[in-house]
């Protein structure tokens, strides 16, 4: 149905156009003959698409869609006589404000003999007609508006006359196709001397009669990508007290280069050729008029970038301005808290805080690197106190070393006694108590081995080295023995304790790292030691489980977002401002819920989601100043959910997630 009333739209003005050849009353005034070589070889039919430097002539609602600076100049002489007939047309776009066109028109003749009474020449003088055309256009919404205002000079030798303003409007719209082959149609009305200009010289007054035209113009090509399309125009003019005066025209382009042109304007034709390269084009008209044909040149030229790749262009610049801003801010108050974290610092290790301290000159450190400021002394003072809780933590690991092994040794588990008196050496290697310790379950163990038989010695010592978690060592000693006696069931079954030990500690610790088919492996080599372990069987089933967990959760499906409705568009736009408009007054938990809702309404909104990410961090880092961990950790991940790839907000979430578990582990071992 769309296409149907489509259709019978375009045809219903281009078949009205040429059914019906009315005589133009024209208008008082000698410079409306039109200007432009390509509009006039198209019978002023293509008001609705004309040239932009022709605008403030033809339809001033045309400069709403002009990009670029341009400027024209149109020349002809009328009739093989003296009378010059000259346009000069130069459009001005702006990036917020329309478009501003002015047009100056001049017919002329010079140098006219001047006779007295007895037909003896007296001197010359000059004949000059003079239009000028200040225009605007904008767009309001899906409409084109635009307006002129006119006035002329008329100077007879030492005659002269200014006329009032006179008063153009236009409105034109572009309406979409929905054939491949039709490109677009746009439509065109403009009303002419609204407000009528008039002139008086000596005793005459001229006053120009009110003009209405409506124009329809659409593109036809093969397909949208092609290079090559047909213009078809037609229209109608309806002149004060003159029947009204179709017209029709037809422009072939070829490779946006070669321009034929051809048109029915009443019983005239007319036609025209324009060429079209690097912004310069040259345009020719040969136009029929009741006295004679009329042969018309126009150069038109456009310099300049566009202005919506200047309004990209600055939106561009302002968004980088603001995120240098954001960027400052951040790294002022990285600064400010850097400083305040070393003076707490220094009051914590004053007063023997040590934990505290080294907390508070890790942060410092942490902020300063990222903020590019000297860290010369928060490292400094990091590096002491952490030397002051390095010697207080081997202190007390020394001392807890010593007393397991005083428990094992009267225990008389010798090799036990060994071990963690070997620890406590490894940390302490002067501690006399230790190194007497060591020595005396050393002699021990020696008068023990020597008591005992090998294979039984040995099998207790590889049961003691799986107790410790030593399952290499363990698996060794058992294959040692094995070697020596291959048939003793004792030595076969501490060789197979310690194979399946050593398999099912490193599938827990391939488990540890997600390696779920390698555990799964491990376990099941496992199980053939000793078939039915019931520890073995639920990690097997807890491998498959986690196995299936991780590959459900690594299943991406990317979802195209819908195209947004017209009402959404205006809404996210809104709530992008008002982010915006927090962030700069410095209310972050309201920009960051503001734009947080355009992410929402509008998933693909690459430019918030990047100011969402840096709002996240400055958010983030003032909750961490605060020691609020895990209100800063989930905003921090909510930034990573969004750029994951963000090693300096994966930074920030390491460190914080690491200072929680710390402080887990201090709890628990309170």
Same mark, same amino acid.
């Given at each position: 149905?769309?296409?149907?009333?489509?259709?019978?739209?375009?045809?219903?003005?281009?078949?009205?156009?040429?059914?019906?050849?009315?005589? +133009?009353?024209?208008?008082?005034?000698?410079?409306?003959?039109?200007?432009?070589?390509?509009?006039?070889?198209?019978?002023?039919?293509?008001?609705?698409?004309?040239?932009?430097?022709?605008?403030? !002539?033809?339809?001033?609602?045309?400069?709403?869609?002009? #990009?670029?600076?341009?400027?024209?100049?149109?020349?002809?002489?009328? !009739?093989?006589?003296?009378?010059?007939?000259?346009?000069?047309? @130069?459009?001005?776009?702006?990036?917020?404000?329309?478009?501003?066109?002015?047009?100056?028109?001049?017919?002329?003749?010079?140098?006219? *003999? *001047?006779?007295?009474?007895?037909?003896?020449?007296?001197?010359?003088?000059?004949?000059?007609?003079?239009?000028?055309?200040?225009?605007?256009?904008?767009?309001?919404?899906?409409?084109?508006?635009?307006?002129?205002?006119?006035?002329?000079?008329?100077?007879?030798?030492?005659?002269?006359?200014?006329?009032?303003?006179?008063?153009?409007?236009?409105?034109?719209?572009?309406?979409?196709?929905?054939?491949?082959?039709?490109?677009?149609?746009?439509?065109?009305?403009?009303?002419?001397?609204?407000?009528?200009?008039?002139?008086?010289?000596?005793?005459?007054?001229?006053?120009?009669?009110?003009?209405?035209?409506?124009?329809?113009?659409?593109?036809?090509? =093969?397909?949208?990508?092609?290079?090559?399309?047909?213009?078809?125009?037609?229209?109608?003019?309806?002149?004060?007290?003159?029947?009204?005066?179709?017209?029709?025209?037809?422009? !072939?382009? @070829?490779?946006?280069?070669?321009?034929?042109?051809?048109?029915?304007?009443?019983?005239?034709?007319? %036609? %025209?050729?324009?060429?079209?390269?690097?912004?310069?084009?040259?345009? !020719?008209?040969?136009?029929?008029?009741?006295?004679?044909?009329?042969?018309?040149?126009?150069?038109?030229?456009?310099?300049?970038?566009?202005?919506? *790749?200047?309004?990209?262009?600055?939106?561009?610049?302002?968004?980088?301005?603001?995120?240098?801003?954001?960027?400052?801010?951040?790294?002022?108050?990285?600064?400010?808290?850097?400083?305040?974290?070393?003076?707490? %610092?220094?009051?914590?290790?004053?007063?023997?805080?040590?934990?505290?301290?080294?907390?508070?000159?890790?942060?410092?450190?942490?902020?300063?690197?990222?903020?590019?400021?000297?860290?010369?002394? +928060?490292?400094?003072?990091?590096?002491?106190?952490?030397?002051?809780?390095?010697?207080?933590?081997?202190?007390?690991?020394?001392?807890?070393?010593?007393?397991?092994?005083?428990?094992?040794?009267?225990?008389?588990?010798?090799? %036990?006694?060994?071990?963690?008196?070997?620890?406590?050496?490894?940390?302490?290697?002067?501690?006399?108590?230790?190194?007497?310790?060591?020595?005396?379950?050393?002699?021990?163990?020696?008068?023990?081995?020597?008591?005992?038989?090998?294979?039984?010695?040995?099998? &207790?010592?590889?049961?003691?080295?799986?107790?410790?978690?030593?399952?290499?060592?363990?698996?060794?000693?058992?294959?040692?023995?094995?070697?020596?006696?291959?048939?003793?069931?004792?030595?076969?079954?501490?060789?197979?304790?310690?194979?399946? *030990?050593?398999?099912?500690?490193?599938? #827990?610790?391939?488990?540890?790292?997600?390696?779920?088919?390698?555990?799964?492996?491990?376990?099941?080599?496992?199980?053939?030691?000793?078939?039915?372990?019931?520890?073995?069987?639920?990690?097997?089933?807890?491998?498959?489980?986690?196995?299936?967990?991780?590959?459900?959760?690594?299943?991406?499906?990317?979802?195209?977002?819908? =195209?947004?409705?017209?009402?959404?568009?205006?809404?996210?736009?809104?709530?992008?401002?008002?982010?915006?408009?927090?962030?700069?007054?410095?209310?972050? =938990?309201?920009?960051?819920?503001?734009? #947080?809702?355009?992410?929402? &309404?509008? =998933?693909?909104?690459?430019?918030?989601?990047?100011?969402?990410?840096?709002?996240?961090?400055?958010?983030?880092?003032? &909750?961490?100043?605060?020691?609020?961990?895990?209100?800063?950790?989930?905003?921090?991940?909510?930034?990573?959910?969004?750029?994951?790839?963000?090693?300096?907000?994966?930074?920030?979430?390491?460190?914080?997630?690491?200072?929680?578990?710390?402080?887990?582990?201090?709890?628990?071992?309170?």
């Amino acid at each position: 149905m769309r296409k149907r009333v489509f259709i019978i739209m375009v045809l219903a003005v281009l078949l009205m156009s040429v059914s019906a050849f009315g005589q +133009s009353g024209g208008t008082t005034s000698p410079l409306a003959s039109g200007v432009g070589a390509r509009d006039l070889a198209l019978g002023a039919a293509d008001i609705a698409t004309c040239d932009y430097t022709t605008a403030p !002539y033809w339809n001033p609602s045309r400069l709403a869609r002009s #990009e670029q600076l341009s400027l024209t100049g149109f020349h002809t002489r009328l !009739y093989d006589a003296d009378i010059a007939y000259q346009y000069l047309g @130069i459009v001005i776009p702006t990036l917020d404000w329309g478009s501003f066109g002015i047009g100056v028109i001049r017919l002329g003749v010079d140098n006219i *003999e *001047e006779r007295d009474a007895s037909n003896l020449l007296t001197g010359t003088f000059d004949d000059n007609r003079l239009g000028f055309r200040l225009a605007y256009g904008q767009t309001v919404g899906s409409l084109d508006l635009g307006l002129a205002v006119s006035m002329e000079n008329h100077t007879v030798g030492s005659y002269k006359a200014t006329s009032s303003p006179g008063l153009d409007i236009a409105v034109s719209k572009i309406i979409g196709s929905p054939f491949a082959w039709c490109h677009y149609v746009t439509v065109s009305v403009v009303a002419r001397n609204i407000i009528a200009p008039s002139m008086k010289l000596v005793d005459e007054e001229v006053k120009s009669p009110a003009q209405y035209q409506i124009g329809l113009s659409t593109r036809i090509m =093969p397909n949208r990508s092609s290079r090559q399309y047909l213009e078809v125009s037609g229209g109608f003019q309806k002149t004060d007290l003159a029947d009204a005066d179709p017209s029709l025209g037809l422009e !072939y382009s @070829i490779l946006d280069m070669l321009k034929l042109r051809g048109s029915l304007r009443g019983k005239l034709i007319s %036609g %025209g050729v324009g060429l079209a390269y690097h912004g310069i084009s040259v345009d !020719y008209a040969v136009v029929d008029r009741d006295m004679g044909a009329l042969h018309m040149i126009s150069l038109t030229t456009a310099v300049g970038k566009p202005a919506t *790749e200047r309004r990209l262009n600055r939106t561009r610049e302002r968004e980088a301005a603001f995120s240098r801003a954001m960027n400052d801010r951040l790294t002022k108050q990285n600064i400010e808290l850097a400083s305040q974290l070393l003076a707490s %610092g220094k009051t914590a290790l004053a007063s023997g805080d040590l934990r505290t301290a080294d907390s508070d000159f890790d942060r410092a450190l942490f902020l300063s690197r990222s903020s590019g400021i000297d860290t010369t002394e +928060s490292a400094s003072l990091l590096a002491q106190v952490q030397e002051q809780i390095t010697r207080r933590e081997r202190n007390s690991a020394v001392a807890m070393h010593l007393d397991s092994a005083r428990v094992r040794l009267s225990a008389s588990d010798y090799l %036990g006694c060994q071990y963690f008196a070997g620890l406590a050496l490894a940390l302490d290697s002067s501690n006399i108590e230790a190194i007497g310790l060591h020595e005396k379950a050393g002699r021990a163990s020696s008068e023990l081995s020597r008591r005992q038989e090998f294979v039984q010695h040995r099998v &207790l010592i590889i049961d003691s080295l799986i107790g410790y978690g030593r399952y290499d060592e363990a698996l060794s000693a058992a294959r040692s023995v094995n070697q020596v006696a291959p048939d003793n069931p004792l030595a076969q079954q501490a060789l197979k304790k310690a194979e399946f *030990e050593l398999f099912r500690y490193e599938a #827990e610790a391939a488990m540890a790292r997600q390696e779920y088919r390698t555990a799964i492996g491990l376990l099941d080599s496992a199980l053939t030691r000793f078939p039915g372990q019931n520890r073995c069987l639920a990690l097997r089933q807890q491998c498959r489980r986690e196995e299936e967990n991780f590959r459900a959760a690594a299943a991406v499906t990317e979802v195209t977002p819908a =195209p947004l409705s017209r009402e959404i568009e205006k809404q996210v736009a809104d709530m992008y401002e008002k982010g915006r408009a927090a962030f700069n007054r410095g209310d972050l =938990p309201q920009a960051m819920k503001d734009w #947080e809702e355009v992410d929402r &309404l509008a =998933p693909g909104y690459q430019a918030v989601r990047e100011y969402l990410v840096k709002v996240y961090r400055f958010v983030g880092v003032d &909750l961490y100043s605060r020691n609020q961990m895990n209100e800063a950790l989930k905003i921090w991940e909510k930034a990573l959910a969004i750029a994951p790839d963000n090693t300096e907000i994966a930074a920030y979430a390491r460190r914080t997630r690491n200072e929680i578990d710390k402080l887990k582990e201090l709890s628990d071992g309170n």
